[in-house]
């Protein structure tokens, strides 16, 4: 296993997400759950204010109470609301870009979001940035480094598991989720799409819409459902009535899970999140 502590160093010095100097009385507004998530872990709630209230996943829950202000929506920061908590640091991702511009006129805003090729190395990345401007890079070396053993524990475990097929189910559709969590994190092959099951592009991005003829054409042993519908508050996705399809469409005893929606969804990329992740798809195969 890597060294997490000469990783992070090497982070330090490359990453250029670099946040405002939070040591001493931050006042934190956070879009992020997974950038919530390490900071609770990390025992830094405390510098924490506001939050999005709505889509709290459940083991954040603590963060829903009279003490943080709710800032709004994911999508629809509430601006007054976050003027009013007087943040010294507002930290959001992509969900938020378009409000960037207004946030800034608030206080200082970082973008924390997950990107690149290499899921593991962006997640270290942020966590070792949250921690070094608190002065607890020890601590947070030391938790990556047992999540990283938890990671090749399960990866040994599941070794030779199943074809997994990840899906997002949204208001009674599903599409292929090319989940990090599940095929990079994991090491679980990625399915075999094929030539036959369409794509559709919208905008700079690429769908794969699936439905349960095209999911026992690509044969998985496994689905694995992540649902947008019911993370959001909608109706959630008829699970049954998948497993029904499937077994008409000819795959025999399918076995479909559906993944906490919020966890999935909404929250992830945290120290607290991708230990759940993980265990959630190794209970599930």
Not at 39 to 44: E, I, R, Y
Not at 53 to 73: E, F, I, R, W
Request: net charge negative; glycine share 8%.
């Amino acid at each position: 296993m890597r060294s997490v502590a000469l990783l992070a160093a090497t982070l330090l010095m490359l990453s250029g997400a670099v946040l405002a100097d939070t040591r001493d009385g931050a006042r934190m507004v956070t879009f992020d759950y997974g950038s919530l998530d390490t900071l609770d872990a990390l025992n830094l709630g405390e510098h924490v204010i506001g939050v999005p209230k709505q889509g709290l996943p459940a083991y954040l829950s603590q963060y829903a109470d009279d003490a943080h202000v709710d800032v709004g929506g994911l999508k629809s920061p509430d601006l007054e609301a976050i003027r009013q908590a007087s943040p010294s640091l507002i930290l959001i991702t992509g969900r938020q870009g378009g409000q960037r511009e207004a946030l800034e006129a608030i206080a200082p805003v970082t973008d924390v979001g997950i990107a690149g090729d290499d899921y593991l190395k962006a997640f270290d990345t942020r966590v070792i940035n949250l921690a070094r401007h608190f002065d607890v890079v020890p601590q947070a070396e030391s938790a990556l480094q047992s999540l990283h053993q938890k990671i090749n524990d399960a990866r040994q475990k599941i070794d030779g598991q199943p074809a997994v097929l990840t899906v997002t189910h949204n208001d009674g559709h599903y599409m292929l989720n090319d989940n990090p969590i599940v095929y990079d994190v994991l090491g679980l092959d990625e399915p075999q799409i094929p030539a036959s099951v369409p794509t559709e592009t919208r905008g700079s991005r690429t769908f794969t819409p699936l439905s349960p003829e095209a999911m026992v054409e690509i044969g998985p042993d496994v689905v694995l459902v992540v649902d947008r519908s019911a993370a959001i508050g909608n109706e959630a996705g008829d699970i049954e009535a998948l497993r029904r399809s499937l077994a008409t469409e000819g795959l025999p005893t399918p076995r479909v899970e559906r993944l906490t929606p919020k966890l999935w969804y909404l929250s992830g990329g945290g120290l607290q999140s991708l230990s759940l992740q993980i265990d959630e798809v190794v209970d599930a195969l």
